[in-house]
T-cell receptor, first 116, second 115 residues
């Protein structure tokens, strides 16, 4: 079974600075998808960014980008120009692509604080 | 707004009782997933339905059951409730026909408190 590990339970960043959240995963599959979800205090689960494993190019979405290292099974999230609204729990998630529309496997999350 | 609707938003009940949580997926999505999030924990996958049929099972207790109806809405039934069942229960949906592997879109969750 696949597992996702987020080794940083908590992180903090100064407003306008850059922070990187770590995620590693364990799988024997070659085809899969990786996601970062944000959970603000409202408890909503909001998709931040996604990466297809077959793509070598790292995904970017505005201030959010990933560093996808397939051989190392690493998928870190970089937040640039951090804003107060970025404060939230961030979850890394894995999804197998082998059998279509499979569930997400989540890490335990990293709580990000943004300091004004 | 993700388009996934969960009701009720909050539920308070006593140990030993039974409750039903309801989920309406995004229009056109065929797959529904249920997740449990205990206090300050990650999301644990419970069960998935695809077009009315059970597709995958996770760490779902025997006291819990679910189903997906012909109109694609889903219900999660929790019985013989225990204090440890207090959690946030999320429903998510995905899988519009003709769209490749899409991300899960989550509802706002149902907060269950067992006293």
């Amino acid at each position: 079974a696949q597992t996702v590990t987020q080794s940083q339970p908590e992180m903090s960043v100064q407003e306008a600075e850059t922070v990187t959240l770590s995620c590693t995963y364990d799988t024997s599959e070659s085809d899969y998808y990786l996601f970062w979800y944000k959970q603000p205090p409202s408890r909503q689960m909001i998709l931040v960014i996604r990466q297809e494993a077959y793509k070598q190019q790292n995904a970017t979405e505005n201030r959010f980008s990933v560093n996808f290292q397939k051989a190392a099974k690493s998928f870190s999230l970089k937040i640039s120009d951090s804003q107060l609204g970025d404060a939230a729990m961030y979850f890394c998630a894995y999804r197998s692509a082998n059998s279509g529309n499979t569930p997400l496997v989540f890490g335990k999350g990293t709580r990000l604080s943004v300091i004004a | 707004d993700s388009g996934v609707t969960q009701t009720p938003k909050h539920l308070i009940t006593a140990t030993g009782q039974r409750v039903t949580l309801r989920c309406s997926p995004r229009s056109g999505d065929l797959s529904v997933y249920w997740y449990q999030q205990s206090l300050d924990q990650g999301l644990q996958f419970l069960i998935q339905y695809y077009n009315g049929e059970e597709r995958a099972k996770g760490n779902i207790l025997e006291r819990f059951s679910a189903q997906q109806f012909p109109d694609l809405h889903s219900e999660l039934n929790l019985s013989s409730l225990e204090l440890g069942d207090s959690a946030l229960y999320f429903c998510a949906s995905s899988a519009r026909p003709g769209v490749g592997n899409s991300p899960l879109h989550f509802g706002n969750g149902t907060r269950l408190t067992v006293t």
